[in-house]
């Protein structure tokens, strides 16, 4: 059973992002052997989804634009947009979305929790920003991380993958 507030956010995510294809564009920030990663609520079947920080790209505005000010909204980070290395097909019904995952460098500001300005005050879905190590991410049950650790045996193996990758296991459950 969800606990009050979860199931707010739920509702909150679905009415904004679902049953719809969303464009969404990621960064892959990393120190030394850490990923940047943020935590959400109302997104999987349990209360805890990490994943790198980015979002949906608005009508007229750059993939780079667009994860540039992702950034600052959700971590506090000013970065430099680097390589696309890959894209990923997140489905999780009713969400749906491609995206764009790129390299990025920080360039200025620090690390804290950001909010969602799409979503109210009280409804805000991002409960954490922090540092991980891959061991720390790999700890989590697979449906409380992004999908892309599930090609990665390190945190090198992030920043090798290229391509799409496929969405495997994904479209079996739902958030509902």
Known sequence: MDRPGVDTSRQEVLRLYGNRLRLRVCGLYREDDRLLMVRHRGIGPTDTFWCPPGGG???GETAPDAL???FIEETGLS???GELLFVNEFMLPPLHAMELFFDVCATGGSIRQGIDPEMGLDEQIISDVRMMSFDEIKRYPPEEVHDLFRYCQSMDD????RGYLPNRDRMVGSIR
């Open 57 to 59: 790209a608005q009508f």
């Open 68 to 70: 540039t000010r992702e």
């Open 79 to 81: 970065i430099s947009v």
């Open 158 to 161: 992030v920043f090798l993958l």
